[in-house]
């Protein structure tokens, strides 16, 4: 059977042709996700600043004894005497530290500033001049220097922690960020950063004859239960990038979501393809029922040619697949998603599971298809093949209600989910929707045929009634053409509109949030928190206050102990975290007091949201970790009402500040007084700079340029995710239908020969194109309504998605359109030629 199997392929070029795109398509798409999600895991970043060093020291960001693997956001700096303890390891050759900090050129763009010590942990070099070996006397990166203009022996204006000073070029280097990078010597630049006596990183370097895990092995000794980690091999790139550990674990549920979007979609279009080129055998298989060929021997000459089909498709696969991944992980970088230090880290699995995907998809569309042939007795094998009597199974009911269930309890979980988190649990609900849909289409599609039965016949004669008598016999053909426009549209519908609706949750809570008329910032990162009272004294001035947005933890009542399992005990709770000065804050931001006074905002207290502080009173101490790590006890003073999800804890800038990476405020927000004009107050703030180095002064658009850069991070992320997928449902939906429509010359053949014209046949397919579109958008429709109504609830509060009308009339359109103008092109090209050619005729 598998030889006749093999030789049979070549009579089937379209249907040979369709399954091969689905399958090669679906295996890319699939080993490509799961080659990020494998790249989530190992979560490597190979050094470069700190490439030389075999073994780094560095602060561990991670909140230890948590379950979700929280990461604090601010690095964690270590005492400087700590440089001194491991130089004196048996084995260490020399113990060299590292300090950065944000800086900017009065003349340029903002820059990294380090101690000249640093330039021995990576492979700079000086191509000119000296090393700073005095106050006021910096080394530029040599790409730098070229796009400041300057060389060596001249002077630079450098803008670093609130205060300008000039620097003599003594030096150019050359190495891995020389277009941002400056050296001060190393005690200047403890001094203007603000932090003497600490240090980022510390670079390990063996004396002769020692090895490097032994090494370490010492430094993790010394260090003991310390927040500290030691780091070798590409681990030693989350010591130059924090980032990697806070927003590189993030890429794991992306993949997770991506790849699981993916395989889904890709299992009902391999599905739908091969059953569709299957079913469009029946005939066939019949014939062979009716000549003595067992149901063992169909299942096996069906399932023989499926395999190897998808052998040669997802083994052709394996090689664009995992570049896919890299693409995938490269465009995610350029977004700023994810860091662009993640190295793409892809073994085996993903090309194991991709592949397993497909050809277990292909094997099991191609059983299940050859199930119904198998099993219909000879003498009735070919009325079953003429009529299509069995067009639903009860397996697929009970699968597709048991989705409908899951379906159900995921929209349950969405609405009750906060608004920024919705979208997590949304996903995979329509997954599951586009799941149960698609398995009770037939239903469906049923049920719609016997309604504009009539209908179709009125407006379009005879046409329409022909066209709605064929997809009332062909129903399980006609459901299989159906499900790609289903996802294609649903997917699109849901995935666009879950997107816009999160935006508009965030623009709602922004525009509710900020009051103020001016915000004041700085090039070089912030400004010291004694601007603020500057601020407050200009004349045309109401109210002023800083603001430092991080996040914190509050502490569990009970320890959190060490556990192998996933017990590890109470939880800390993760929540945005500001720091603000009191006076003026309810006049720049919308914050107001449920409880207590906002106004006793000073020394260790905090004001927590009404939902985080209901078991509290007022008073009590709440114990809870800052964006640093640093544990802190806090005088609660007032709880906050905000919109659900987007809620904000506020603590005293004084406090917050040192607690930060730039030690700084970021921003200063401004209210106007009565009668003052917003121009003329930015005017009398500007002449600030002239004693506050690098201080700007612009309207709120600063601010809510600044959201919607973030807004648009999240979006194109989503858009990238949408193009994929639904790029890949759109291609299935072309393939599928041209599939349906080159697989009837018979059926038009006889037509022709019984004096139907060529305009009859293509106006009875319009009529059958325009059901299966409107039956797929409907069904589209179902499935995005069903994921996109709860999302709305939790996000808006209301029923209706956030987003333009437009985005559904053109995806709608495009569905009709894709599908119309396959169908009848294919059409078209079958009905070239006379009647009798068609048939086989010579005249």
């Known amino acids: 059977m598998i030889r006749i199997a093999l030789r049979t392929l070549r009579f089937h070029k379209g249907g040979f042709i369709a399954s091969f795109i689905g399958l ?35 602060g561990d960001q991670r909140y230890e004894y948590t379950q979700q693997e929280l990461v604090f956001p601010e690095r964690l700096h270590m005492d400087g005497a700590l440089t001194r303890k491991i130089a004196g390891l048996p084995g260490v050759g020399a113990a060299v530290p590292d300090l950065s900090f944000p800086a900017a050129l009065a003349k340029g763009g903002k820059v990294t500033g380090h101690g000249w010590s640093s330039a021995k942990l990576s492979p700079y070099k000086l191509t000119g001049g000296s090393a700073p070996a005095a106050d006021g006397q910096a080394v530029l990166g040599e790409t730098l220097a070229q796009q400041a203009g300057v060389r060596t022996g001249e002077s630079v204006q450098l803008l670093v922690h609130g205060t300008r000073k000039s620097y003599q070029v003594s030096g150019l280097a050359t190495g891995p960020d020389d277009g941002t990078d400056v050296f001060l010597r190393d ?43 030691v780091l070798t091999g590409d681990d030693r790139g989350r010591a130059e990038d924090p980032d990697v550990v806070a927003d590189g674990s993030d890429l794991i549920p992306l993949a997770a979501a991506f790849g699981g979007l993916s395989a889904m979609v890709t299992i009902f279009v391999v599905a739908s393809t091969l059953g569709l080129s299957i079913q469009q055998r029946q005939r066939e298989l019949a014939l062979l029922r009716t000549i003595g060929t067992t ?36 465009a995610f970088a350029d977004a700023g998603v994810v860091p662009d230090s993640i190295a793409f880290r892809a073994g085996s699995v993903p090309v194991i599971v991709g592949v397993g995907t497909a050809l277990l998809t292909a094997i099991g569309a191609a059983f299940i298809a050859a199930q119904a042939a198998a099993r219909t007795r000879p003498t009735e094998a070919l009325a079953e093949a003429t009529l299509r009597r069995r067009w639903f199974s009860a397996f697929r009911l009970v699968v597709g209600l048991l989705c409908l269930v899951g379906g159900v309890a995921l929209a349950w979980g969405t609405a009750g989910a906060a608004g920024p988190d919705a979208a997590g649990v949304a996903t995979p609900a329509a997954m599951v929707w586009a799941a149960a849909f698609g398995l009770l289409g ?18 379009s004669g005879l046409a329409g009634e022909l066209a709605a008598h064929n997809a009332r016999a062909r129903t399980g053909r006609l459901a299989s053409a159906v499900m790609p426009v289903m996802l294609a ?16 949750g965030a623009q709602r809570a922004f525009d509710e949030d900020v009051r103020a008329d001016v915000v004041v910032t700085s090039d070089s990162g912030g400004l010291p928190l ?7 004294a200009q004349p045309g001035v109401a109210a002023a206050t800083a603001q430092i947005s991080t996040t914190g933890y509050i502490e569990p009542d009970e320890p959190m102990r060490p556990s192998e399992g996933e017990d590890t005990g109470p939880q800390p709770t993760e929540l945005s975290l500001r ?4 006076q003026g804050l309810d006049r720049t931001t919308a914050y107001h007091a449920a409880r207590g006074s906002l106004s006793a905002l000073e020394g260790d207290s905090v004001a927590l949201p009404a939902a985080d502080a209901k078991d509290r009173a007022l008073g009590d101490l709440v114990p809870m970790r800052l964006g640093d790590g640093t544990r802190v006890e806090l005088k609660l003073v007032a709880t906050v009402e905000g919109r659900r999800g987007y809620e904000t804890a506020l603590v005293p800038a004084s406090l917050l500040i040192g607690h930060t990476d730039g030690g700084l405020v970021p921003q200063i927000m401004v209210r106007a007084a009565a009668g003052t004009d917003k121009d003329r107050l930015i005017s009398s703030l500007s002449a600030l700079a002239a004693d506050q180095p690098g201080l700007r002064v612009s309207g709120r658009e600063v601010l809510e340029a600044a959201q919607a850069e973030a807004d648009d991070t999240q979006a194109w992320m989503a858009y990238l995710v949408l193009g994929v997928v639904v790029g ?74 956030g987003g333009s009308p437009w985005i559904l009339a053109v995806v709608v359109a495009g569905a009709v359109a894709l599908t119309l103008a396959t169908t009848l092109l294919a059409s078209a090209a079958v009905l070239r030629g006379r009647p009798g050619d068609m048939a086989g005729i010579k005249e």
């Open 530 to 536: 004694d601007v603020v009272d500057k601020v407050r």
């Open 295 to 330: 149901p063992g021997q169909l299942r096996r000459l069906v399932v023989g040619e499926t395999l190897f089909l998808a052998i040669v498709a997802t083994g052709l696969a394996v090689v664009p697949g995992p570049r896919f991944g890299h693409w995938l992980l490269d």
């Open 24 to 58: 090669f398509f679906g295996a890319v798409i699939v080993i490509g996700a799961g080659g990020l999600l494998e790249t989530g895991i190992h979560n490597a970043a190979p050094p470069h600043r700190l490439s030389s060093a075999p073994v780094v020291v560095t």
């Open 579 to 582: 720091g603000v000065t009191e």
């Open 728 to 801: 890949y449902a759109t291609l299935a939906l072309i393939n599928t239908q041209v599939l349906a429509t080159t697989e009837r010359r018979k059926e038009f053949m006889l037509q022709r020969l019984i004096g139907a014209t060529r305009r009859q046949v293509l106006h009875m397919m319009t009529v059958e194109a325009s059901l299966v579109a409107l039956a797929g958008i409907v069904l589209g429709l179902l499935v995005a309504g069903a994921t996109l109504v709860p999302l709305s609830l939790s996000v808006l509060g209301t029923a209706l998605p």
């Open 187 to 229: 005690a200047e630049a403890a001094a203007v950063s603000g932090r003497a006596g600490t240090v980022d990183n510390i670079g390990v370097f063996p004396a002769a004859g020692a090895r490097s895990a032994d090494i370490a092995s010492a430094v993790r000794d010394l260090v003991g239960d310390s927040p500290i980690t």
């Open 442 to 459: 037939p239903v469906v599609v049923r049920a719609m045929v016997a309604a504009l039965r009539r209908p179709a016949a009125k407006v």
């Open 489 to 504: 549209s649903g997917l699109a519908i849901g995935l666009i509109y879950m997107q816009t609706t999160q935006s508009d």
